[in-house]
């Protein structure tokens, strides 16, 4: 129907759906529980190249940024209330993208099939990439914009966690 539904908790009944882009797949909620990221993946005919940007306690759809070229937005992680990291699976890349401003920051490569999930360390200066169809996990440097090593992993790698001491 490509909406996304917000639910309150402690009813379990549904306060707004708002509409977002075609095929919505994964939400990421901002540290301050305000604002939300939907990535909209899109369907076989149509890759999606957008990602919707929610108010949570207004409700409503604060904007969409446009991916420009870079397709299928899957796995997310809020930095700081103002940036976040996407992960594109069609143009192999860890994407830092900026909600204020709208538009993709930067464009890191992992250059493995399927870059699926992310997770960022405690610090903000690493984030690991699974890469579910290369069976791999990529490392990069936020800071230096780069890769730094692409580590294999099992066959279909998608999930991935970073422990809360970073190590």
Known sequence: EATVSLID????KVVVTLPVGKAPHEAAVSPS??????????DREQPGSTLTVLDVPGGRVEKTVDLGEHRRPHGMVWLDERRALVTSEASHALLEVDADAGKVTAAIATDQEGSHMVVAS?????????NVKSGSMTAIDLKGKKRLANVPAAAGTEGIA???DGK
């Open 9 to 12: 908790l402690g009813s379990g």
């Open 33 to 42: 529980g305000k604002r939300a990221l939907v990535a909209n993946y899109g």
């Open 122 to 130: 405690p610090d903000g200066s690493r984030a690991y990439v699974a």
């Open 162 to 164: 970073v422990t809360p």
